[in-house]
Every structure is written in structure tokens, then in C-alpha cells.
Nanobody, 115 residues
Framework: QVQLAESGGGLVQAGGSLRLSCAAS????????MGWYRQAPGKQRDLVAI???????HYTDAVKGRFTIFKDNSKNTLHLQMNSLKSEDTAVYYC?????????WGQGTQVTVSS
């Protein structure tokens, strides 16, 4: 079955960087569309970035120019490189996979940016 396991979250000062990873199994990783969402306390879960099976990427305006989503097909791992972090980036970050009949989510990893 599909399994997604995030790692790489933590506490970082504003202006710093973090790289999130999502180890995936149970699908043909190289042809998947995957993404990252985040949910801040008291707010809904929102899309951060997505990468299609063809390698096209899309970012929410708030992270454009600062975050980069990419896949390592040799390791079945999705990454989110986050630079120039801001306090408003504080949230639980979730890995997402769009399957043929349903969505799959990881357990989430906390990112806290101190100002």
C-alpha cells in the first residue's frame, strides 16, 4: 500500500533554511504527481507546492522564489527546499500524493520559524 513518511522539520531562525523529505513507497514514484501542503494552527490545510509526473512545478505565491520542490526518482523521495524562511511559514507540513482514486497523506512534520 501507499506510504508517505516526512522528515526534516524543526526549529529554525527567520532567514534560515530547511529541507523536508518524503520517502514514498507503494506507487510508481517516477510517474506520480506529488506535493507539499501546510497547516498552521487554527487554519485550513493549504497547498504549498506541487510537481507533476512530467516535472512541471507550481508554487503558492507566498513561497515563490524561496521554496523549491523536487523529486529524487532514484530514492523514491520528494523534497522541499525552503530558504529565506519567515515566521509565517510556521506550520505542519504534509506530503501529498494524488493517486488514481484518492489522495494520500503523510503524518506531517512540524516547521517552526522563530523571528
Amino acid at each position: 500500500q501507499v506510504q508517505l513518511a516526512e522528515s526534516g522539520g524543526g526549529l529554525v531562525q527567520a532567514g534560515g533554511s530547511l529541507r523536508l523529505s518524503c520517502a514514498a513507497s507503494g506507487m510508481i514514484f517516477s510517474i506520480t504527481t506529488m506535493g507539499w501542503y501546510r497547516q498552521a494552527p487554527g487554519k485550513q490545510r493549504d497547498l504549498v507546492a506541487i510537481i507533476t509526473s512530467g516535472g512541471s512545478t507550481h508554487y503558492t505565491d507566498a513561497v515563490k522564489g524561496r521554496f523549491t520542490i523536487f523529486k529524487d526518482n532514484s530514492k523514491n523521495t520528494l523534497h522541499l527546499q525552503m530558504n529565506s524562511l519567515k515566521s509565517e511559514d510556521t506550520a505542519v507540513y504534509y506530503c501529498w500524493y494524488g493517486g488514481s482514486s484518492r489522495s494520500y497523506w503523510g503524518q506531517g512534520t512540524q516547521v517552526t520559524v522563530s523571528s
